[in-house]
């Protein structure tokens, strides 16, 4: 099974995450790189910070 970030569509291989299409791959899981994971936590959290600022006023 070869894993996609969903976000830049980058493959998951042996030696790290590279920007090549999964072609021909049968089997395939969608998830997060580790570079776009960090960008999807950091809109969550200031997301969440100013959900949280509008409902304490």
Avoid: F
Avoid at 19 to 47: L, M, N
């Amino acid at each position: 099974m070869r894993t996609i970030c969903c976000v830049c569509h980058r493959t998951k291989g042996s030696n790290g995450w590279k920007k090549q299409k999964a072609a021909g791959e049968i089997r395939i899981s969608h998830g997060y790189c580790p570079d776009c994971y960090q960008q999807v936590i950091q809109q969550v959290y200031i997301c969440g910070k100013a959900l949280s600022a509008r409902l304490t006023h």
